[in-house]
């Protein structure tokens, strides 16, 4: 079955401090991948997506996400992460090549981000 | 644009009462889903529906059902209500996930609905 791992439960960092989250998946195939951030209260916001083409994704609010299919990986970073960005991090996979549930997502557990002002 | 819209918010229920969770969307998306959200565990898919009058489960499903009368709305009931189905629930939908045109689409996710099952 296919599965995705997010290796960090909780993180705490300082503000200015740099960000790497890990995910990898276990599907070999044809994925899209996703990063969703969940603010206290809210519901999830896409970051950055993955679907084909430059491995280095950028997304909103400073974020980028590097595709390394030998991996299986897909970890989002941040070069100087800040007060506002505490929150839960949570990466997704949906497979293209599957049949029946084709398309649907594929959610990490998640990692929460808690930033120290 | 209101996106996806789900009522109620906040519920309490009784162990053994059942209820109904209303998911609406505005974007003529023609997937939609439930998933439960519970702490470590991520987001898991109890079911989805790719079509009007068509659903499907997820990785959860026992304990709940779906119906999708509408392409707007995704209903999701709880028939005995149990205490392990307390969770907060959130729908979500997309544009349909079979073309390579849209299948870089993300799901756009409604606010959640706190449920807790005394």
């Known amino acids: 079955a296919q599965s995705v791992s997010q290796h960090n439960h909780h993180v705490i960092l300082s503000e200015a401090a740099s960000l790497e989250l890990g995910c990898n998946y276990s599907?070999?195939?044809?994925?899209?991948l996703f990063w969703y951030v969940q603010y206290p209260g809210q519901h999830l916001q896409l970051l950055l997506k993955?679907?084909?083409?430059?491995?280095l994704v950028k997304g909103i609010k400073g974020f980028e996400a590097e595709f390394i299919k030998s991996k299986f990986s897909f970890n989002l970073r941040k070069p100087s992460v800040q007060w506002s960005d505490t929150a839960e991090y949570f990466c997704?996979?949906?497979?293209?090549?599957?049949?029946?549930?084709?398309?649907?997502?594929?959610f990490g557990k998640g990692t929460k981000l808690s930033v120290k002002p | 644009n209101a996106g996806v819209t789900q009522t109620p918010k906040f519920r309490v229920l009784k162990t053994g009462q059942s209820m109904t969770l209303l998911c609406a969307q505005d974007?003529?998306?023609?997937?939609m889903y439930w998933y439960r959200q519970d702490p470590g565990m991520g987001l898991r898919l109890i079911h989805y529906?790719?079509?009007?009058?068509?659903?499907a489960k997820g990785e959860v499903p026992d304990g709940y059902n779906v119906s999708r009368l509408k392409k707007q709305n995704f209903l999701l009931g709880l028939e005995s209500a149990a205490p392990s189905q307390t969770s907060v629930y959130f729908c979500?939908?997309?544009?349909?996930?079979?073309?390579?045109?849209?299948?870089?689409?993300?799901?756009?996710f409604g606010d959640g609905t706190r449920l807790s099952i005394l």
């Open positions: 979500a939908s997309s544009y349909s996930s079979n073309t390579r045109t849209f299948s870089n689409q993300p799901q756009h």
């Open positions: 599907y070999g195939g044809t994925v899209n």
């Open positions: 993955y679907f084909s083409g430059d491995p």
């Open positions: 997704a996979v949906k497979s293209l090549d599957y049949g029946g549930s084709q398309g649907n997502l594929i």
């Open positions: 974007m003529n998306h023609e997937y």
């Open positions: 529906s790719v079509g009007e009058g068509t659903t």
